[in-house]
């Protein structure tokens, strides 16, 4: 992998290639999991906060010895589901059926591919029945035509594989032992095999590279955005959406193009997603648009709003119904309430603003002094005019008007009009600076920091 990261850290939608296998397996409900680790196992077991049981493989000696390895903490009576931490794509249907099958002895699946490349060959005799599987650096001319191929994952009572276990040998091209030669074994024991097959490869994928985590990737999303279609939302491209996450959509949701989703995320009915939208732990209101480029995090934003375009929701954000939210505004740890409307070039952070309140252009909640946060009370249908300064902690009045420009620290009034504004003045006869040499800018540049005498007045020059 060309790596300073254990293979199955490398990241899968946003996670590492190990814990979508977890996810998967946990969901079968096992007594215990059990996770054989060699390389970089230090690093695994830190991105891996799942209660499971660490086996060392302190040498790596091929997939029958790992396994080995974990057998004697097994007991006879249970059953043992084998998977691999860099093949994240396995349906949890198919691993029930895969343990189903193997509840009388060994169960395995396989794959028919055109191009075999280096998986090894499930052998079978003239009655159809598994014999053997054969890697592929031990297979003969014969054999290498055989397009059923095995995946290396099986099922099968721990007790019976112990005792296969126990049998297998090492004397092959890799010197290894092959945890595929348990099916001879069995075999030899008159236990039938249960060869499993699945349809498409795209499950069964293994990432041995990068080239092959991209395409894990792009089967990922695939998945994904199909199951978002078949719940009923309308994708403008199903090969544009990336979802790192839980997505939960209503009836006649659209998402446009290169909206990213990741974490947990309800979409309310007929909701609209625009262009390049990052949304991340996120609930949104039936009804709702968010319009193009804009991010909303750890946010909650009620039915029938307005969201940009490239507009900013940051965590602790509660918006009741119908509010606006408009371009370049960024909301922070704040609730607004029914119908307000904070429509450009604005931050609202700490504050909590009633419904029916028009925030102007270019106003700022002034939340932070160096140390402390402040809130801001804003009540119903009050009216902050652009460009207006609210420095926390503060209070504008129900009804009240801030006159535009204003800086405001103190409490504003119910149902008055408040100015905060310096006197207007008009110089009588000023002109614009003229236009100076560079000589003479630079040696105005030097007076002003103390080393030269004055720059010349142009117009007596």
């Known amino acids: 992998m060309k790596s300073d990261l254990p293979k199955v850290l490398l990241p899968l939608a946003g996670r590492p290639l190990i814990r979508h296998v977890l996810d998967t397996a946990e969901a079968l409900e096992p007594k215990e999991i059990y996770v054989v680790y060699g390389y970089g196992g230090a690093q695994v077991q830190a991105a891996v906060p799942n209660h499971v049981d660490w086996i060392l493989q302190a040498q790596q000696l091929g997939t029958g010895h790992a396994l080995m390895q974990a057998m004697p903490l097994i007991p006879d009576d249970h059953q043992v589901l084998v998977l691999y931490g860099d093949v994240p794509l396995l349906r949890l249907e198919t691993l029930r059926q895969l343990i189903a099958a193997a509840a ?69 091209a890799q010197r290894e032992f092959y945890l595929t030669d348990v099916v001879a074994a069995a075999v030899a024991d008159g236990i039938k095999v249960n060869a499993l097959p699945v349809e498409g490869e795209s499950e069964l994928l293994g990432v041995n590279d990068r080239i092959q985590l991209a395409h894990v990737e792009a089967c990922y999303r695939r998945r994904r955005a199909e199951e978002l279609m078949l719940a009923g939302a309308t994708l403008a491209d199903p090969a544009r959406i990336d979802i790192r996450g839980a997505v939960e959509v209503g009836r006649d949701v659209f998402i446009d193009v290169n909206a990213v989703f990741s974490g947990r995320v309800k979409l309310g009915a007929r909701t609209r997603i625009g262009p390049n939208c990052v949304i991340q732990d996120a609930e949104i209101g039936a009804d709702t648009e968010v319009f193009a480029n804009s991010m909303i995090d750890n946010a909650i934003v009620g039915e029938r709003c307005r969201i940009g375009p490239f507009a900013r929701l940051r965590p602790g954000t509660t918006l009741r119904g119908e509010v606006h939210i408009g371009n370049f505004v960024e909301v922070k740890n704040s609730e607004l309430g029914a119908r307000s409307k904070a429509n450009h070039l604005t931050y609202v952070g700490d504050a909590t603003v009633g419904v029916d309140v028009n925030v102007g252009a270019g106003t700022v909640t002034c939340n932070y002094d160096g140390e402390n946060k402040w809130p801001t009370l804003i009540e119903d249908r009050a009216f902050i005019g652009s460009g207006s300064m609210l420095v926390a902690p503060v209070r504008i009045g129900a009804g009240a008007t801030l006159g535009a420009g204003s800086t405001v620290s103190g409490s504003i009034p119910d149902g008055e009009l408040t100015l905060s504004r310096a006197p207007q003045t008009t110089v ?5 600076p003229p236009k100076y040499s560079q000589a003479d ?15 010349p007045d142009k117009k007596t020059e």
């Open 104 to 172: 009388g002895g060994l169960a395995l699946l396989t794959v028919t591919l055109p191009n075999p490349g280096g998986y090894g060959r499930i052998v079978r005799d003239a009655g159809g029945q598994v014999r053997a599987i054969v890697e592929h650096r031990d297979a003969d001319a014969n054999q290498l035509k055989i397009r059923e191929l095995n995946t290396g994952l099986m099922a099968a009572p721990a007790k019976a594989l112990r005792a296969w276990l126990l049998q297998i040998r090492n004397d092959n």
């Open 441 to 455: 800018k630079d040696a105005h540049i030097d007076r002003v920091l103390g080393k030269t005498a004055a720059l």
């Open 428 to 432: 009588r006869g000023w002109s614009r």
